[in-house]
T-cell receptor, first 107, second 117 residues
Framework: QQQVKQSPQSLIVQKGGIPIINCAYE??????FPWYQQFPGKGPALLIA?????SEKKEGRFTISFNKSAKQFSLHIMDSQPGDSATYFC??????FGAGTTVTVRA | GAVVSQHPSRVICKSGTSVKIECRSL??????MFWYRQFPKKSLMLMAT?????????EQGVEKDKFLINHASLTLSTLTVTSAHPEDSSFYIC?????????????FGPGTRLTVL
């Protein structure tokens, strides 16, 4: 049973574009929503995380938008660079992961 | 930040042999570690939760006699794939955390690529 639904499965943008990844959850008990970045052949690494008491969080070029009433949250990558090409996973709580989104940023 | 290491990073073995993968928290103590399996272009599949000093808790569908987990100290958990078969070939990732009272974050190891011939 997948508790977190993530979309799209993959996306391609040009350098400088803003890839947006969306996630939705069901369990309102979740109070921690991290995003992980994973490069091929490597383990995931925490990118940015948010709690439901705020609607937006920015760290560098990465922004999380959180809509508590809709039980949705999204990741925006501003001014994307080829080095941002990776798979991104959202999560709700500690152990409920989305299916992942492969982002390709073309130069 | 907290660092988690895994050893080996890659292993190739013959069918029927056993393989041990180590997961270490290098700069913090981890009472709980998690083991995941990841297929190509797929999400992380939680296999088991490893608790220091007690038996691991396995997720539904994961054979505990095939995937032996030992968490003998606060910095080391091991996963042993017993009598490995080609279908066990996968990317195995461990994580440690969260650190109680400090963060909800899990810290992932770099993963171990297992290939069973």
């Amino acid at each position: 049973q997948q508790q977190v639904k993530q979309s799209p499965q993959s996306l391609i943008v040009q350098k400088g574009g803003i890839p947006i990844i969306n996630c939705a959850y069901e369990n309102t008990a979740f109070d921690y929503f991290p995003w992980y970045q994973q490069f091929p052949g490597k383990g995931p690494a925490l990118l940015i995380a948010i709690r439901p008491d705020v609607s937006e969080k920015k760290e560098g070029r990465f922004t999380i938008s959180f809509n508590k009433s809709a039980k949705q949250f999204s990741l925006h990558i501003m001014d994307s660079q080829p080095g941002d090409s990776a798979t991104y996973f959202c999560a709700a709580g500690e152990l409920s992961f989305g299916a992942g989104t492969t982002v390709t940023v073309r130069a | 930040g907290a660092v988690v290491s895994q050893h080996p990073s890659r292993v190739i073995c013959k069918s029927g042999t056993s393989v041990k993968i180590e997961c270490r928290s290098l700069d913090f103590q981890a009472t709980t570690m998690f083991w995941y399996r990841q297929f190509p272009k797929k999400s992380l599949m939680l296999m088991a939760t490893s608790n220091e000093g007690s038996k691991a808790t396995y997720e539904q569908g994961v054979e505990k006699d095939k995937f032996l987990i030992n968490h003998a100290s606060l910095t080391l958990s091991t996963l042993t794939v017993t009598s490995a078969h080609p279908e066990d070939s996968s990317f195995y990732i461990c994580s440690a955390g969260p650190l109680a009272g400090i963060t909800d974050t899990q810290y992932f190891g770099p993963g171990t690529r297992l290939t069973v011939l």
